[in-house]
Each structure stands twice: as C-alpha cells, then as structure tokens.
C-alpha cells in the first residue's frame, strides 16, 4: 500500500524474499502511480508535477518534429514499459528508439535499451535516477542518458564512450544558454534556456 503520494515509496523486500519478476509487476493495481522493479525490488511514484509535465511535453514536441524531417527512429513518453531485465522493468519519461533497434519494440512495450532515455528529476525520484538507474541503464547498453535537473536548471548528459561506461556528466546549463545535442540525431540542437523556461 502507498503511504505517501507526496515522496518516491520504497516497497521494502527482504533478503529472504524472491526478488520481483515481471509477471508481479503485470499484478500491480492501475492506480495512477508509476510503478517499476529495479533489481527485483518495486518503486512507486507519484504523478509528476505541472513544470515536469510542461518539459516532458515540449521535449517530446521538439523530437518529434525532429524525428518528422529526419526519420531515424521513434520517439516515446511515458508511462510506457521497458522491459531491460525479468526483475528490472522501468518507465522513463522520454526514450528513443533507433531503427537499428527498433525490433525492441512490441504491441506493449520495448524489450531490451533504447539508444537515449531521458528522466525529469523530482524530489521522489532524483536519488533513484541519480544513481539506481543510472547503474542499470549504463550495465545494459543505453548509448545515452539526459538527466534535466530542474532544481539547478541544468540538463546533465551522460554518453557512452563505445562499448565501454558512461563519460562523466557534460551539464548543459540555461544560465551559458548551452544546447543540448546528440550524434544519435544528427542536426538536434535544443536550447536549453528555452526548454527549461517552458516549464517555469
């Protein structure tokens, strides 16, 4: 049951439990709550607030009408499964999809790394997505992770150097007016002082 729909709520397991799969996560109510299993162990989140719903709006926009004029992939918001493991199922607020990868994606959800995901942190989630997911995403093959730091108004972007770990983070601040780009979609640039300004 959910304590608090005001902070992340940890369902706590114990080290004699099994750990969750994916046919438990399949057994959670639909309650309006984020629910994921990372390491076997559920999360649960409350609905985001309005300046991350605004960001992750115009961000989807801005790569849609991206990926409108250079059709390399596919685009998705959440709430939308991915499936990365039996007992590591997440839901990220925006993933890309190349076409190189886009045999991930089924009728329900992606099974396996999009080559970018993008979280929007938030008081109840900014430890996990700092830190819990950052792990999964870089041992599983992410090429790419942008975490937008709404708090310092920066947008930090995490690249994969080949087949190896994630670079340290490159912060892309509103103050420099910096720009977010990418080589997975080659002529991207989002000003990021525009972008973070949207949900202000």
Do not use: C
Not at 58 to 86: C, I, Y
């Amino acid at each position: 049951m959910v304590q608090s729909v005001r902070e992340e709520t940890r369902v706590e397991t114990y080290h004699s439990a099994p750990k969750l799969t994916y046919a438990d996560y399949l057994q959670f109510p639909p309650d309006n709550l984020r629910h994921e299993v990372i390491g076997g162990e559920h999360f649960v989140t409350p609905s985001p607030v309005t300046r991350h719903q605004r960001i992750s709006r115009d961000l989807l926009f801005l790569l849609l009408q991206h990926l409108k004029e250079h059709p390399l992939g596919e685009v998705f918001v959440a709430p939308f499964d991915v499936l990365l493991s039996d007992s590591d199922i997440v839901v990220p607020d925006l993933l890309y999809v190349s076409h190189e990868r886009a045999r991930l994606v089924t009728s329900k959800n992606l099974q396996g790394p999009p080559d970018l995901v993008v979280e929007i942190l938030s008081p109840g989630t900014r430890n996990r997505d700092l830190h819990l997911k950052r792990d999964l995403y870089e041992r599983v093959g992410v090429t790419e992770y942008w975490l937008v730091d709404l708090d310092r108004d920066v947008v930090m972007v995490l690249r994969r150097r080949g087949e190896g770990r994630f670079d340290s983070p490159d912060e892309r601040s509103r103050a420099s007016h910096d720009v977010l780009d990418t080589p997975l979609l080659p002529g991207l640039a989002i000003a990021v002082d525009r972008l973070l300004a949207s949900g202000t």
